[in-house]
């Protein structure tokens, strides 16, 4: 597999645009996702299509800009990207073609799939608290994090960045814009400090008591359990995870996702690409490789952190409606002053 820089392939997509001799054994593939792991998942595509991956990495601003700058010459195949909001925003650009497949229709679910992208990997919105400053009878829905009883206990990441967005969407979907514009409010009142940092550092400051309960994805939380750094568990041995929601919905899910772009110059690759993130063999990749979970009901996986974190009821809310509603919450967060 070819990692090409942007200038490179650019060049690649002009030079083919002229002579007409581009190869239908390649696919081009702009990716958010800064996993190492996902090396092997390209590889095995090759392995068993033939067809080569060119592969460009960066954010997906950085990506959206490219493809919009590029235009119908765009060497682009696939956006490959994470969390729902990401993947809409996309689709507002009009960035992907509509796929007929009767491979990734029946492999994955139908709330997990627009007409434009498909999610490959799921990840939970989750609540982690210490055990030694909160009743954890006190956290075991998202709502309950706006009880003035946590005031100056919650610790939470930006409320501009996807991961907060999509899980906001959903509570919008729920409740209704009053109810969510309270809840938004009274976790602003809760805040033991301004939000800064990824969700690792939520997790360091639960367990180093800065804050008694804290928001955030699962795979992190899974990766600490699954680490051989005395530190991480150390931190993890001070927290204890919560399935939010479970007598309700249930918790929220994001996932990442890829569709296939109207300007792609190897549309047929491309699918086929795409129904092989839907294979077995890849969504073990995706599994195993970022502690998240197949989309496709009947892969199973063996990863020891996952199992450590146990079952849960997921909340099936059409992931394309989540997508939708990120300029809504993030009115409603602007108002409650999280930022």
């Known amino acids: ?10 060049v ?9 001799t ?57 956006l490959l990207t994470v969390d729902a909001a990401r993947l809409g925003q996309a689709d507002r650009l009009g960035l992907f073609a509509s796929i007929d497949s009767s491979v990734l229709k029946e492999r994955i679910p139908a709330h ?24 954890g009878d006190q956290v075991q829905n998202y709502e309950d994090l706006a009880n003035p009883a946590l005031k100056g206990k919650v610790c939470v990441r930006s409320g501009s960045h996807p991961y907060n967005l999509s899980l906001g969407a959903a509570m919008l979907t729920h409740l209704g814009e009053q109810k969510t514009s309270a809840w938004a409010q009274g976790m602003v009142a809760n ?33 600490m359990l699954a680490s051989n750094n005395p530190e991480d568990q150390k931190y993890m041995k001070s927290i204890t995870l919560v399935w939010p929601n479970q007598a309700g919905s249930g918790s929220h899910i994001n996932i990442s996702g890829a569709g ?18 839907a294979s077995d063999d890849a969504q073990r990749y995706f599994a195993d490789g970022n502690n998240e979970w197949p989309v496709v009901a009947s892969v199973k996986v063996n990863n020891a952190a996952l199992k450590a974190m146990g079952p849960f009821k997921e909340d099936n809310m059409q992931i394309g409606s989540v997508a939708e509603q990120q300029a809504a919450v993030q009115r409603i967060y602007d108002r409650a002053g999280w930022q």
Request: proline share 2%.
């Open 1 to 10: 597999m070819t990692l090409l820089k942007f200038g490179a392939l650019a």
């Open 12 to 20: 690649c997509a002009a030079a083919v645009a002229a002579t007409g």
């Open 22 to 78: 581009a190869s239908a054994q390649e696919v081009n593939v702009y990716s958010s996702r800064h996993y190492q792991t996902d090396q092997a998942l390209y590889d095995n595509f090759t392995k068993q299509s033939g067809i080569k991956i060119n592969r460009i990495e960066a954010g997906e601003n950085e990506l959206f800009e490219r493809i919009k700058n590029e235009g119908a010459n765009s060497p682009a195949d696939v």
């Open 112 to 135: 997990l799939r627009t007409s434009g992208w498909y999610a490959f990997s799921k990840r939970a919105r989750v609540i982690v608290y210490n055990k030694a400053n909160v009743n």
């Open 191 to 223: 805040f033991a400090r301004s939000p800064r940092g990824g969700d690792t550092d939520q997790i360091k400051a639960v367990a180093a008591g800065q804050c008694g309960v804290a928001l955030v994805n699962s795979y992190y939380v899974a990766r």
């Open 260 to 277: 296939v772009l109207k300007t792609a110059p190897h549309k047929a690759s491309a699918v086929k690409f795409l129904e092989y993130l």
